[in-house]
């Protein structure tokens, strides 16, 4: 929780950081990078977490992977961050770069889950539901597919969920029958 916090204010530094020296399009790319290297590489994550090895070594490895695709600014901030032993937020930074970049430009993230595939008509509603759920008009749709859904969709907007399933709707469903709330009359 505290590498969040960390990651959160590091990630707003380097976000305005870029804004001032309007090199944000090409910090967001560095940030994509370091979110995917890190999502993929459970050893560098327990690399930059580990309090064994040191600073300089940690840095020489940063260096090793992203000297030459990133930005200058960026292997910057990565020294700045292995100095005041702060490398353990990257793992996280990319994620919190990439949230406060979306609000900073008024794009919404959602997701959508559905039984099948979206069809264009489908895809338009959901960007329909979640630009009325939000208000920005800006939205960027994930499309998952679960067969387990039998039907219908669930849509993730931040920590809130629309589930319209027909797996959900047999659940409660059965929970109802299973109350048994039935009383005889007679």
Do not use: C, W
Request: glycine fraction near 4%; aromatic fraction near 4%.
């Amino acid at each position: 929780m505290a590498d969040q916090r960390v990651a959160s204010r590091y990630a707003k530094s380097l976000l305005d950081l870029g804004k001032e020296m309007g090199t944000l399009e090409s910090v967001k790319e560095d940030m994509d990078l370091l979110s995917k290297t890190m999502a993929e590489s459970r050893e560098l994550r327990l690399l930059l977490r580990n309090p064994i090895v040191k600073h300089d070594k940690k840095l020489a490895i940063l260096n090793a992977i992203f000297k030459g695709k990133v930005s200058d600014v960026t292997m910057r901030f990565f020294t700045i961050l292995t100095e005041k032993n702060r490398e353990a937020a990257l793992e996280s930074m990319g994620t919190e770069f990439q949230v406060q970049y979306n609000a900073m430009q008024g794009i919404q993230m959602a997701e959508v889950t559905s039984a099948a595939p979206l069809n264009a008509i489908s895809r338009i509603e959901m960007r329909r539901l979640v630009t009325q759920q939000t208000g920005l008009s800006d939205v960027k749709l994930t499309e998952k597919v679960d067969p387990d859904l039998i039907g219908g969709f669930v849509l993730r907007v931040g920590d809130q969920q629309i589930d319209d399933s027909v797996r959900t709707s047999l659940r409660k469903m059965r929970i109802s029958l299973q109350e048994n709330t039935y009383q005889n009359k007679l």
